[in-house]
């Protein structure tokens, strides 16, 4: 049994450009601008100031213009600052997209969640697939299990005996790879769910689905765990054999080996340069 191995060489990669980027070259646009009239700073400005003065003799009244100069470098100075604050007070109130706002988030979480998700993949490729191949069902039942709930023993531990609790999860379990995934594709939306987000947390189902039915299927190969009602799988009332149970097992593998580098493919597609791309199985 074989995982598909898709190839994605071709597609193109998104990128965007960064809005820091963005406010940048305004500021340098603006600031080259008084570059470029700075030849006419040694040279005196006139304006005029125009006044209204009313004569008590006349009804008419008599209009005289005061003319002053001024340096013209300070006036251009004054000017090509308040210029500078514009472009720069437009740049901060323009909405920036959801994954400009969220880039700082996203690194943090890429951090705190992709190592857990690389490992989960590593133990999938090699552990995993050895332990399906042998019909290891203690081995598979111990590597898709989810910690104990927690007890009244772990309320007089100083960490609530989560880290005890943590160390019992499988090494592909819900609670160890598929939590991690979750909450890595949630970083890619902002106010509202993403296409992105979406596609990465269907996957995350699929994945889902299968460890259950890995899991199930192993505890009831290990007569821990009845057939539900109406079937397994599809098996009918009866009871499965072993060897129907290793078939379906094999064919979770594929489905969700399928699932997994769909997910990458999604968490890849528009990645910044500055992140390394997940690996496929």
Known sequence: FFIQTHHYNNQPNQSTQSPIIIIIMKFAAASSILLSLCFLLEQPVETYAYSTTSSKSSSNEVVTGACSSINRK?????SSAATVLTLNTFAIATPLPAEARGRATLEQAYDRYTPRINTGGQFYTKDLKAIIAKNDWVALAAATAEPPKRTKADKAKADGGIAERAAQAGQFSDSRVLF???LYAATFSDNTVSAKTKAMKDEVETLRKVVQGMHSSARIALGEEKAVEGGLFGFGG???SQAELAQKVRGLYVEGGNAFNQYVYAANDGLP???EKLPYL
């Open 238 to 240: 009866k009871s499965p």
């Open 74 to 78: 300070n006036f251009l100075l004054q």
């Open 273 to 275: 340069v500055t992140l």
């Open 180 to 182: 991690a995934m979750d």
